[in-house]
């Protein structure tokens, strides 16, 4: 069930272009989503990443995928632990962290707009976003961008093509495990 989404939302971060990313979704009747993770952890833990469920409502899901030492790296920049702190971030192990997340998650109907540091968005955006209520960025794309436009349109430029080439192989065939590029 999880492969899916895997490919389509998550691409860039199986290519290692991109720190994390995030999808919703509805588990369908009879389906264990907690062994579906379970499963492609085995898979993905092996390449430096792993799936976790920040939140389940019912049958909705939001699941993130990200590389350990890529979000442990950008936890450790002084100027991310400020800003996290501000949000009430204590400890900063991506465990800790993402426990706290999953509480954040939990203790609201929205997205918590921090998500942005967990998806390796410019902490520069993630600020103009809260800051702007999610209005007035310079460009619109992967993220909102509010700094720089020229590095963001880069980005962006590479996530597209990446997520027609996964798409491609996916539908050739190629496993995650395959399509999955190690730390």
Request: net charge positive.
């Amino acid at each position: 069930m999880i492969e899916r989404y895997l490919v389509e939302q998550c691409a860039p971060t199986l290519a290692s272009l991109k720190l994390g990313s995030m999808f919703c979704l509805t588990v369908p009747p009879g389906e264990n989503l907690m062994e579906d993770v379970s499963r492609q952890n085995a898979i993905l833990s092996e390449k430096g990443m792993a799936l976790t469920v920040l939140r389940l409502r019912g049958s909705r899901a939001t699941v993130y995928l990200y590389r350990h030492s890529q979000l442990a790296a950008e936890l450790a920049r002084s100027e991310v632990t400020s800003f996290l702190s501000k949000c009430g971030y204590m400890e900063f192990s991506v465990e800790a962290a993402l426990d706290y997340l999953r509480i954040r998650f939990e203790t609201t109907e929205s997205i918590p707009h921090e998500i942005g540091v967990f998806l390796g968005y410019p902490l520069g955006d993630v600020v103009g976003f809260i800051a702007n209520r999610g209005r007035n960025s310079k460009r619109t794309g992967y993220w909102q961008v509010y700094c720089d436009e020229g590095e963001a349109e880069v980005k962006f430029a590479r996530y597209r093509k990446c997520h027609e080439v996964y798409a491609r192989l996916w539908r050739a065939g190629r496993s995650i495990s395959q399509l999955a590029v190690g730390a």
